[in-house]
């Protein structure tokens, strides 16, 4: 979920800060950064917030992948 949001040019952080280097007066670039930011930060936070779809046994395709290996990490049947 994490790496989606990021990879969405609108809710990415860095491509928000961007245009920032334009302003020169601290009071446009407080409000600036602040209305950039607001909601490309809060989609991020969601975005870490969700739970993955799938558990530890499947791919983020949903394909099953097997049983986890544990300790003594045996070969799996």
Known sequence: MYVAA???PAKN???GLE???DHS???TFQAFVSNALSGRISAISQAT???E???VNHDQNGVFDG???FT???ACQ
């Open 6 to 8: 990021q990879n969405n």
């Open 13 to 15: 952080v860095g491509a």
């Open 19 to 21: 245009p920032v280097v």
């Open 25 to 27: 007066n601290g009071t």
């Open 49 to 51: 917030k969700s739970p």
């Open 53 to 55: 779809p799938f558990d």
């Open 67 to 69: 049983p986890i290996n």
């Open 72 to 74: 003594p990490y045996a």
